[in-house]
């Protein structure tokens, strides 16, 4: 049943994951985790797909882990393969060449603010509310916080974090965990927005940003120097550089075959 909790589909270049357990406040359990996961990296081999859009079914983006299966008779082995299991979903949905944008249609809860703050951008309707539940129900956003506190500013983290209060999506706009607020009808004209200007780039040249932008914030200067000369050279030699200093030159789009893409 695990491929029906997540719907995949491809068009325009877009792949779209969308979370499909609306019954269940699209609660996270391990065999829709997983099956998240296979999909992102079917998307990220994909040289069809330029840019992957995470959103939710129904009126909750994603409530958080699923608390029936975190549950049952305390289980701490079902426990620790879950918080592995979405670790390596929000590694792949970080480690994706291809952008991902979080579409936010719903409520957010809990371990649902880990795969918003894993998308590269993300655009939430004004009516959402967030909440780092988990103190609330006497644990911490351990795993989230791996991707969460790096987006988000300290002060407001803790905030945030600390109470578990559920706040507006305004709220955690000004805190860093996402880029915009839109009304309901303005949702799908924004992410549309965003894979215009994205789709405008190199695919190499956008998924090498998207490695500098993880990874030199954790290199040392020099280190990130030499790093950074290396991949510059080599993205200045590339055919996907020299069509798009041409088409510039030229005054007209670049034109990115698949086989520049990553």
Not at 23 to 38: E, G, S, T
Not at 209 to 234: G, H, N
């Amino acid at each position: 049943m695990s491929d029906e909790t997540v719907l995949y589909s491809v068009a325009h270049g877009v792949a779209t994951l969308t979370l499909n357990r609306p019954d269940a406040r699209n609660a996270l359990d391990v065999p829709m985790m997983q099956w998240a996961k296979a999909l992102v990296e079917r998307a990220s081999a994909d040289p069809a797909v330029r840019v992957i859009v995470l959103t939710g079914e129904g009126s909750v983006f994603c409530a958080g882990a699923d608390l029936r299966g975190a549950t049952s008779g305390g289980d701490s082995t079902f426990q620790g393969n879950a918080t592995e299991v979405l670790a390596h979903l929000l590694t792949a949905l970080q480690d994706s060449p291809k952008p991902t944008i979080a579409r936010v249609q719903g409520h957010v809860a809990g371990g649902g603010n880990g795969l918003v703050a894993a998308c590269d951008l993300a655009v939430a309707v004004e009516t959402a509310r967030f909440a780092f539940s988990e103190v609330r129900v006497g644990v911490a956003p351990a795993v989230i916080s791996v991707v969460c506190l790096p987006r988000m500013r300290p002060r407001d983290a803790a905030e945030l974090l600390l109470t578990g209060e559920r706040v507006s999506a305004e709220r955690v706009r000004e805190a860093g965990l996402i880029n915009a607020v839109v009304p309901a009808d303005g949702l799908d004209g924004y992410v549309h927005g965003w894979v215009e200007q994205l789709t405008a780039g190199g695919p190499n040249a956008v998924a090498a940003t998207k490695r500098l932008l993880r990874e030199v914030p954790t290199q040392t200067r020099d280190d990130a120097f030499a790093a950074t000369a290396v991949l510059s050279a080599a993205l200045f030699a590339s055919d996907e550089a020299r069509e798009g200093m041409t088409a510039f030159l030229e005054r007209r789009p670049a034109v990115w075959p698949e086989s520049m893409t990553s």
